[in-house]
Nanobody
């Protein structure tokens, strides 16, 4: 069965850290374009970070630059999103997405073929 499964979400205090994982089954993530998205209640889903399929470059939205790091472990068929210095405004459901399309830039949301079910991140004291 082809699927992406996220894990690692939870409740954390402001300033804390979490590492989200996105593990693929039924296909290999290597050379796939990867995206992490988030959606807060009442808001549209937004891209947080991505890894391009062509050269593995990472990109981040401005609000998370310097705080979040996306990485890929091909041996574990898993992509991570390390989140540090978390803020209440980071509270959202986080989703990973993947697509085999070769690209030198981040894909748009509707271009990703595979999506995970989401993991909740809550930043509160």
């Amino acid at each position: 069965q082809v699927q992406l499964v996220e894990s690692g979400g939870g409740l954390v205090q402001p300033g804390g850290s979490l590492r989200l994982s996105c593990t693929a089954s039924g296909f290999t993530l290597e050379n796939y374009a990867i995206g992490w998205y988030r959606q807060a209640p009442g808001k549209e889903r937004e891209e947080v970070s991505c890894i391009t399929s062509s050269d593995g470059r990472s990109h981040y939205r401005d609000s998370v630059k310097g705080r979040f790091t996306i990485s890929r472990d091909n041996a574990k068929n898993t992509v991570y999103l390390q989140m540090s210095s978390l803020k209440p405004e980071d509270t959202a459901t986080y989703y990973c997405a993947a697509d085999p399309l070769w690209t030198i830039a981040c894909l748009s949301e509707n271009e990703y073929h595979y999506w995970g079910q989401g993991t909740q991140v809550t930043v509160a004291s």
